[in-house]
């Protein structure tokens, strides 16, 4: 039995008429659009097999190349448990150099499409875009730009990273954040391998000196001293190659950080330095530049980076040629001729929280002035103790001592009694505070209402307390229920919730 589709079963016809003389070799060429030459092989085969002739001989067999069941069932539980978060092309790679196992994209592709653990890709933007031609030149065009993501572990971490619009030659951290010093940090590391670029181009965020910040962006503000000119971008789309970077870093690099087990920055930074740009990036994503000349120019040897890779702020000196910061004072120590009452010093911050002070390029010597502070009312009232009981000490009459003072003869000798057995720290003033006030609230009343408000966290004073008169019978007004939450730290629905979910977790 010889089981044909319709194409089959209208070739078997043509031949079947061809052998019988119905119809010539050139129509039945022209109705199964195939060659002479072809027709002619078919209609030896006809004579030959009879209508078996239109099954092909590899029908039922299994092909040449076919890769092996058990290495199927390998690789697949391989992407469920070990890749299941990296896309195709990483997969082959990752397999043939960790597995030892070579399998085609495609092959890979669906088999990993038989158990559901296929990466999708983003969905591409829907609006057409002009393209823009990269520079011609490095060193022309750099785009810089920083990407929030859970790049190692379970916290968010934030990479950094500056890449040339010619060759996408990329520098790239990790920080706790993209803050103003981690970007220094970057343009400073870059500077300095590969010098002096023309231009920056960024997104409007208040880092680079976006509308928000336009007049105190201190990287705005160290690309000026450095003549290098800021490019605001108007849409993501406009500086793409960053993007498109940080899309890359995401689907390769995250998977090979969880595969090395790092999850720390220190570890996360030297494996994106000496592993990850240099054998991969490198080699895949770099491309040669339409010009070879370099528009990158050394930085000058009176240009120094320290000095400009720094937050800088502005302090007004007052006249005795002292200045605040950070909320405390500060003494000019340095040897002046003249006064600088009146004019700006520059404050200069760097990485561990510390600053130096500068005038017209001039480091000076600066320190905190310690102002005396005012005593508190404890230290008065000792203080106060300690005259009378002198006043004492010195008339040798406790009665006259009294009677100056104010102050009564047992209170005098009490306060000599307490310096004699514990010093002066006996006279500090001890409030009760083991004492229930007239008024108070019964405590087995208080831990009823306490229990219902645990119970109903979502009730108000208010109705905690028409509740507890309908339910209880007990007569107390929506002020005494808030002044039993008060006295527990549970005057909100959120505390109330978090004590009851802590209630639950100890149990």
Known sequence: MIKMDSKAQLTVDI???????????????????????????????????????????????????????????????????????????????????????????????????????????????????????????????????????????????????????????????????????????????????????????????????????????????????????????????????????????????????????????DRANRHLQDVFIPSFWRNHIEVMSRCAASEFTPVPEYISLGDIFVVKNYRKIRSDHTFSYGNKFYLIESPLKHSIAKQKIEIRTTHDDGFAAYFAGRHLAVSEVIEPTKPSMLDLDIQKKLEVLELAEKLGNVTEAARLSGVSRDTIYRHRKLIKEGGLQALKRHVRTDHIHGNRTDQDIANTIIEFSLDNPHLGQLQVSNQLKKHYQIELSASGVRNIWLRENMQTCALRLHRKESMLATV
């Open 15 to 265: 031949i079947a008429k061809v052998a019988e003389g119905k119809i010539d070799i050139v129509n039945a060429s022209k109705l199964l659009n195939k060659s002479r030459r072809t027709i002619e092989r078919y209609l030896k085969k006809y004579r030959k097999f009879g209508i078996q002739f239109v099954v092909h001989q590899n029908t039922g067999k299994s092909p040449s190349n076919k890769t092996c069941d058990e290495i199927k069932r390998t690789v697949q539980n391989l992407i469920k448990k070990k890749y299941f978060d990296v896309n195709l092309t990483h997969l082959g790679e990752l397999l043939e150099d960790n597995e030892h196992i070579q399998v085609k994209r495609e092959t890979l592709r669906s088999w990993a499409h038989e158990i559901h653990h296929v990466k999708r890709a983003k969905r591409r933007r829907s609006k057409v875009r002009k393209r823009r031609e990269r520079m011609e030149s490095p060193g022309l065009l750099l785009q810089m730009d920083g990407s929030t993501h859970r790049w190692f572990g379970n916290r968010k971490s934030c990479l950094i990273a500056i890449i040339d619009d010619a060759t996408s030659e990329i520098h790239a951290q990790f920080f706790e954040s993209e803050t103003t010093l981690g970007c220094l940090q970057v343009l400073r590391d870059y500077i300095t391998q590969k010098g002096l670029f023309k231009a920056l181009y960024v997104d409007k965020a208040g880092i680079f000196g976006g509308p928000k910040r336009c007049n105190f962006s201190q990287v705005k503000r160290a690309c000026s001293e450095l003549g290098i000119q800021i490019i605001f971008a108007n849409s993501p789309q406009g500086k793409g190659r960053i993007e498109r970077s940080f899309d890359t870093f995401q689907d390769r690099l995250v998977p090979e950080l969880r595969l090395n087990d790092i999850h720390d920055m």
